[in-house]
Structure formats: C-alpha cells, structure tokens
Nanobody, 111 residues
Framework: QVQLVESGGGLVQAGGSLRLSCVAS????????MGWYRQAPGKQRELVAR???????MYADSVKGRFTISRDNAKNTVYLQMNSLKPEDTARYYC?????WGRGTQVTVSS
C-alpha cells in the first residue's frame, strides 16, 4: 500500500501563488507516476497534472503555463506549484498514485 499526505492549501487572492506538497510512504518503490486531481463543489473530479518516473509531465489545458508539477525522489515528495491563481481554481486538491488517494487539501482563490 501507499499512503499519501497533502499539505500547502489555503486561501489566496486571485493572481497569487501556492505550492502543494504530497509526501508518499509505504510501498513507494513501485510508484511509476503520481498526479494531482481536483474537485470543486458540484463539479466532476479532474486531472490537473501528472509526473512520471522518467520526469515526463502532463497538464490539463486549464492550468498549462500556470502550474508546475515536480518531484523530489529523495524526499518521496511531489509538488504542485500554482501561479496566477484564478477563482475557478478553487477546489479540493488530491494527490494520487495508481489507486491510492490522499485526503486532499483545500485551495480557495478569492476574486
């Protein structure tokens, strides 16, 4: 099993920045890719960004150019740097690896 713990969410004004962190523990040797999903009230869950063990990254069109996903293998941590935040980025953000999900961290962007 893999345990994922997110942190770094909060309240920020539009145009601001936040950095989310996700620390993985457990059977981390099998991890090939990790991602960040988000879900806003009344909306479907969506994939925000993903990073593979090769370093390859992918992003949702809505966040391209504003968000950056990265990983620190020595710390078993994945980050999501979010810049130029918009009110529509307001959601609960989840760290995901295969079938394992963290509990999420809330991001609220005020206009």
């Amino acid at each position: 099993q893999v345990q994922l713990v997110e942190s770094g969410g909060g309240l920020v004004q539009a145009g601001g920045s936040l950095r989310l962190s996700c620390v993985a523990s457990g059977n981390i040797f099998s991890i090939t890719a990790m991602g960040w999903y988000r879900q806003a009230p009344g909306k479907q869950r969506e994939l925000v960004a993903r990073i593979y063990s090769s370093g390859t990254t992918m992003y949702a069109d809505s966040v391209k150019g504003r968000f950056t996903i990265s990983r620190d293998n020595a710390k078993n941590t994945v980050y999501l740097q979010m810049n130029s935040l918009k009110p529509e980025d307001t959601a609960r953000y989840y760290c995901v690896e295969a079938v394992y999900w963290g509990r999420g961290t809330q991001v609220t962007v005020s206009s």
